[in-house]
């Protein structure tokens, strides 16, 4: 009886299943195997992430997006269904086919840190590690820095705040405001709220949710994105600049 309820399809050339909505691989999907040790060892964490799979995982979000779903009959968007799911899946994996390297780095990093400074080690190597660049905080503050040309504009100020969003662009400093925040969501507003939430309606589709965020940080001072950032990147600065000041200088290049 329990089985009658599931919805499910499997795929023997792919070898995963879906299972009411859910995707599950048997021993990995042979598209997108894990990265060996000679690809690793000419490529860090970080540097096969950059250069192998945020460059598929960005073809698959073209692929996904791409389509004239549209244009599709019900019932081809149904039999579309279980693709879309994998896809999705596939996307999502590109962040984990790198995950168990950098963690490897980190923890390189943790020892590091246990065997020169002793007790809080995990904690310190946190705190030097934050603040690094990454889009996600860059679109943040992208959003952060239109609140700053809202604030400059009272008008704007008022309008966002009362969520009142149709005729931004009428107002003082609206057309610039309008005009900087579709360029922003033009290159990162495809972005899901979590992964492998295709099925939710994006910045991109839907700018009032920008917007909404934009008029929540107006009144965030320290809490915002911009000075958030900044205020980690000096702490994480700190920890760096007094590590090194108790470690020799081979010591001091290794941590480097």
């Known amino acids: 009886m329990a ?5 499910y399809s499997f795929d023997h050339k792919r070898r995963h299943i ?35 799979c945020l460059p598929l ?46 963690a490897e780095e980190f923890q390189a990093l943790v020892d590091f840190c246990a065997e020169h400074f002793g007790d809080g080690a995990e904690e310190l190597a946190m705190e030097m590690s934050h603040g690094a660049p990454n889009e996600s905080a860059a679109f943040g503050e992208e959003l952060d820095r239109l609140a700053d040309l809202a604030r400059e504009r009272p008008a704007l100020t008022a309008a966002l705040r009362g969520g009142e969003f149709n005729d931004l662009g009428d107002l003082e400093g609206g057309a610039e405001f309008e005009s900087r925040l579709a360029q ?7 972005r899901a709220a979590s992964w492998g939430k295709i099925e939710q309606t994006t910045m991109a589709e839907d700018p009032s949710l920008a917007r909404k965020l934009v008029a929540g940080y107006l009144d965030a001072d320290d809490a915002a994105p911009q000075a958030a950032r900044q205020r980690v990147r000096a ?17 001091g290049d290794e941590l480097r």
């Open 3 to 7: 089985l009658a309820l599931l919805s």
């Open 18 to 52: 879906v299972v009411n909505g859910w995707v599950y691989y048997l021993l990995g999907p042979p598209d997108f195997p894990e990265m060996s040790d000679e690809e690793y060892s000419e490529r860090g964490g970080a540097q096969a992430w950059f250069e192998v």
């Open 57 to 102: 995982a960005r073809e698959i979000g073209a692929t996904l997006r791409g389509r004239d779903y549209a244009s599709m009959s019900t019932a081809e968007l149904a039999a579309l269904l279980p693709q879309l799911k994998v896809e999705s899946s596939n996307l999502t994996r590109q962040t984990f086919r790198t995950i168990g390297r950098m």
């Open 184 to 190: 922003v969501l033009k290159t990162a507003g495809w």
């Open 235 to 251: 702490a994480a600065e700190r920890a760096r600049d007094q590590s090194l000041s108790q470690l020799g200088a081979e010591d």
